[in-house]
């Protein structure tokens, strides 16, 4: 069966400290991985997308890596502070026409 | 400016009751989507509309239905309430191939 799966469902950081999350999935070939944050009582917003032939994407303090032979995707947040206290979501795209399928989402406190 | 907006926020009632939630966007995407987040805060493909057309629907119930009468609303109308459609309904705009915009939620509580 498919399956997108982040490692923990609530990862605990201190503050300055770089988080890592990871997403892995199976029986999908996805196009593109995108990540989400999404905060209490509020719509998932959009951070950065990673295309299939892409190794890694930065932008600012966050780093994204896609391995399609490990199946897996890692998100990191470098130098983090508690305002990147949130719910993170990792979303796959298969064919590229933008249908995303969530993972579980993994919720950060960064502890000051 | 509101980009993606979703009406109403709250909507509480009973079972077996015929409710719709609406959604506007203002971005001129040409794709919209709804989802389903459940209490385990899982967030599910619901449906998504491309020029009016549908193209997926992921194995859901036909109680729901979704309903666009131009490329920037889509409202979904869900008939016969129950008590396991109690979820955050989000609605998403894009266009193509390029990353999605949800709506701030609506949070629908079946008695």
């Known amino acids: 069966s498919q399956k997108i799966e982040q490692n923990s469902e609530a990862l605990n950081i201190q503050e300055g400290k770089t988080a890592t999350l990871t997403c892995n999935y199976t029986n999908y070939s996805p196009a593109y991985l995108q990540w989400y944050r999404q905060d209490p009582g509020r719509g998932p917003v959009f951070l950065l997308l990673i295309r299939e032939n892409e190794k890694e994407k930065r932008k600012e303090r966050l780093k994204v890596t896609f391995d399609t032979t490990l199946k897996q995707s890692l998100f990191h947040i470098t130098a983090s502070q508690p305002a990147d206290s949130a719910t993170y979501l990792c979303?796959?795209?298969?064919?590229?026409?933008?249908?995303?399928?969530f993972g579980t989402g993994t919720r950060l406190t960064v502890i000051p | 400016d509101t980009a993606v907006s979703q009406t109403p926020k709250y909507l509480v009632t009973q079972m077996g009751n015929d409710k719709s939630i609406k959604c506007e966007q203002n971005l001129g995407h040409d794709t919209m989507y709804w989802y389903k987040q459940d209490s385990k805060k899982f967030l599910k493909i619901m449906f998504s509309?491309?020029?009016?057309?549908?193209?997926i629907n992921e194995t859901v119930p036909n109680r729901f239905s979704p309903k666009s009468p131009d490329k920037a609303h889509l409202n979904l109308h869900i008939n016969s309430l129950e008590l396991g459609d109690s979820a955050v309904y989000f609605c998403?705009?894009?266009?193509?191939?390029?990353?999605?915009?949800f709506g701030p939620g609506t949070r629908l509580t079946v008695l």
């Open positions: 998403a705009s894009s266009s193509q191939r390029d990353t999605q915009y």
């Open positions: 509309y491309n020029n009016k057309e549908l193209i």
């Open positions: 979303a796959l795209d298969q064919t590229g026409a933008n249908n995303l399928f």
